[in-house]
Nanobody, 125 residues
């Protein structure tokens, strides 16, 4: 069982940056593939980024590619989402997700077993 806790959300102006963190419980963090998803009001949850257990492979959605960077620090049991050049359309609740498979990487929310409670990101124009 893994518990995920996101932090780092907030209000930022367009063009600004935020870094989200997701702290995971447990001793086998490196065995878990991790992902970030987001859900805007009235919209379905959508994939943002994913990273394998070892951090060697990453995957991004087209809307965030080149602006967002996913990374992980196994010593801190934490996965990060660095968000630069933020746009108003990035406004959403951002969720961290995990799957107990080191080499897994996917855009499919259904493939992740563990979810955090979410953190709100609001980008003003």
């Amino acid at each position: 069982q893994v518990q995920l806790v996101e932090s780092g959300g907030g209000l930022v102006q367009a063009g600004g940056s935020l870094r989200l963190s997701c702290a995971a419980s447990g001793r086998t963090f490196s065995r878990y593939a991790m992902g970030w998803f987001r859900q805007a009001p009235g919209k379905e949850r959508e994939f943002v980024a994913s990273i394998t257990g070892g951090g060697g492979t990453t995957l991004y959605s087209d809307p965030v590619k080149g602006r967002f960077t996913i990374s992980r620090d196994s010593a801190k049991n934490t996965v990060y989402l660095q968000m630069n050049s933020l746009k108003p359309e990035d406004t959403a609740v951002y969720y961290c997700a995990g799957r107990g498979s080191s080499y897994y990487i996917s855009r499919d929310a259904g493939g992740y077993d563990y979810w955090g409670q979410g953190t709100q990101v609001t980008v003003s124009s």
